[in-house]
């Protein structure tokens, strides 16, 4: 993913060379040097983005603040690199919204579903960035997610991808969303697909 979205970024600031590019996801570290050294990428939001790139809008649009005042946030300016500080953890998931829920994005047009119900691990494996990134498991609620999958089903999606780093961590918690896919799925027309 990492150097397609290099290649993606090279030929956008070669046709518009002012536009900002901002990259975040797995990839985007404090300590992944290929893509901080990379000239055509402007901003790296690291850790949990969804406060920081409202902050990085709110920036862009008012211009109310700077740059080294965002946390979550790498930089360059007059060639040097700033690493803001980390932002800390939301406490609660549900504080950021359901971009299905919100119908910012549209499940029937794919037909496939990307979702998140848990968010991080208490392990530290060596070959994953969870652990490291995301040490504190929280979740979003039970509710949130059965008028995510409801919302799915009227849509006739056909493939939800659930992206948990541990879907299987709380067996009670697990039981009851499999029990919330079986009473929507009743007809299996929805492939589900997780790790564990």
Do not use: W
């Not at 002012?18 to 290929?34: F, H, M, Q, Y």
């Not at 700077?66 to 930089?75: A, M, P, Q, S, V």
């Not at 953890?89 to 504080?95: A, G, M, Y």
Request: one cysteine or more; proline letters at 4%; glycine letters at 6%.
């Amino acid at each position: 993913n990492l150097m397609r979205s290099l290649y993606i970024a090279r030929k956008i600031k070669n046709i518009l060379p002012d536009v900002k590019i901002i990259v975040g996801g797995p990839e985007a570290t404090r300590d992944n040097e290929l893509l901080i050294a990379n000239p055509y990428v402007d901003i790296i939001v690291y850790g949990e983005g969804e406060l920081t790139f409202v902050e990085l809008l709110k920036y862009f649009y008012h211009g109310n603040t700077e740059l080294k005042n965002i946390d979550g946030t790498i930089f360059r300016t007059n060639k040097k690199i700033v690493k803001n500080k980390q932002r800390k953890l939301l406490s609660d998931l549900n504080e950021i919204p359901s971009p299905y829920l919100l119908k910012f994005i549209t499940p029937s047009k794919s037909k496939y579903m990307i979702l998140e119900t848990i968010r991080g691990c208490p392990y530290r494996c060596g070959y994953c960035y969870y652990g490291k990134n995301y040490p504190v498991v929280r979740c979003f609620s039970l509710d949130r997610i059965e008028k995510e999958l409801q919302m799915a089903k009227e849509a006739e999606v056909s493939y939800v991808y659930i992206m948990d780093s541990l879907l299987n961590l709380n067996e009670k918690r697990l039981k009851t969303l499999c029990g919330i896919i079986k009473k929507i799925n009743i007809d299996k027309k929805i492939i589900f697909q997780t790790e564990i």
